[in-house]
């Protein structure tokens, strides 16, 4: 079994993370009882509000806004220090596709400005539609021009048995909702799985300046970025 210089861990929403690192490498998942000379758990401190600095010294907590409520959890934060890490200076929104949230993310100056979540991953396993990889386009544009009819369209997509209509709709509702977000920014869509090619689908039929990034890769990269700072204190 490797050893490894540190491992680092984040646990969230009854799901736990856990990396091996040599250095600043990650060299795979750690499971429970890996030896290491450091363990590193994210998520301990408690949560700031917005604005704030995406990465603080370890180990870090989840950042909270009041209006609209919102709650961005730990393995997000991660994502978007690693983000921070891979490309300097990003000035623009954020997209990160995570377990049963997607959270629009306003960065500037290594900051998160503000920020909204939107349901959209639970209602695609709630409607069966989680395991599409692709959004009916026709289905978006519909969606986006009149978003007040979601219920009827997602009605319609279920009767047809239409998992890409069904997230096409979910994914125009989420774009019109988004929409001073996304409009004429850069966009970083940080993602993983089936999800991660319907919003890409959904991203490019809009013309979206966009840039794909895998959530695990970036979590990972966060983990970096933290452990940096606190080695750093």
Same mark, same amino acid.
């Given at each position: 079994?490797?050893?490894?210089?540190?491992?680092?861990?984040?646990?969230?929403?009854?799901?736990?993370?856990?990396?091996?690192?040599?250095?600043?490498? #990650?060299?795979?998942?750690?499971?429970?009882?890996?030896?290491?000379?450091?363990? $590193?758990?994210?998520?301990?401190?408690? +949560?700031?509000?917005?604005?704030?600095?995406?990465?603080?010294?370890?180990?870090?907590?989840?950042?909270?806004?009041?209006?609209?409520?919102?709650?961005?959890?730990?393995? +997000?934060?991660?994502? /978007?220090?690693?983000?921070?890490?891979?490309?300097?200076?990003?000035?623009? $929104?954020?997209?990160? $596709?995570?377990? %049963?949230?997607?959270?629009? $993310?306003?960065?500037? #100056?290594?900051?998160?400005?503000?920020? !909204?979540?939107?349901?959209?991953?639970?209602?695609?396993?709630? /409607?069966?539609?989680? =395991?599409? %990889?692709?959004?009916?386009?026709?289905?978006?544009?519909?969606? @986006?021009?009149?978003?007040?009819?979601?219920?009827?369209? @997602?009605?319609?997509?279920?009767?047809?048995?239409?998992?890409?209509?069904?997230?096409?709709?979910?994914?125009?509702?989420? /774009? +019109? #909702?988004?929409?001073?977000?996304?409009?004429? !920014?850069?966009?970083?869509?940080?993602?993983?799985?089936?999800? #991660?090619?319907?919003?890409?689908?959904?991203?490019?039929?809009?013309?979206?300046?966009?840039?794909?990034?895998? /959530?695990?890769?970036? =979590?990972?990269?966060?983990?970096?970025?933290?452990?940096?700072?606190?080695?750093?204190?």
């Amino acid at each position: 079994m490797t050893k490894f210089d540190w491992i680092g861990v984040v646990e969230d929403h009854g799901s736990r993370l856990a990396w091996g690192f040599v250095g600043d490498s #990650a060299e795979g998942e750690a499971p429970v009882g890996a030896d290491a000379a450091r363990l $590193v758990t994210f998520g301990g401190a408690a +949560s700031q509000p917005v604005p704030a600095k995406i990465t603080a010294t370890a180990p870090g907590g989840a950042l909270t806004q009041t209006q609209p409520l919102g709650l961005l959890p730990m393995t +997000s934060r991660l994502a /978007l220090a690693g983000l921070c890490r891979t490309i300097k200076d990003f000035d623009g $929104v954020a997209c990160v $596709v995570d377990g %049963d949230q997607s959270h629009w $993310v306003q960065i500037s #100056a290594d900051e998160a400005v503000s920020f !909204q979540s939107y349901l959209t991953p639970t209602l695609t396993r709630g /409607l069966n539609a989680a =395991q599409a %990889d692709s959004a009916d386009i026709d289905a978006l544009s519909d969606t @986006l021009s009149r978003p007040e009819r979601l219920a009827t369209q @997602l009605s319609s997509a279920q009767l047809a048995e239409d998992p890409s209509a069904t997230i096409g709709h979910l994914l125009g509702a989420e /774009l +019109s #909702a988004t929409r001073p977000y996304w409009l004429g !920014q850069r966009v970083a869509l940080i993602a993983t799985g089936p999800l #991660a090619k319907a919003y890409a689908a959904a991203f490019t039929s809009q013309h979206l300046m966009v840039e794909q990034h895998d /959530l695990r890769q970036l =979590q990972q990269q966060g983990m970096i970025a933290f452990n940096s700072q606190d080695e750093a204190v």
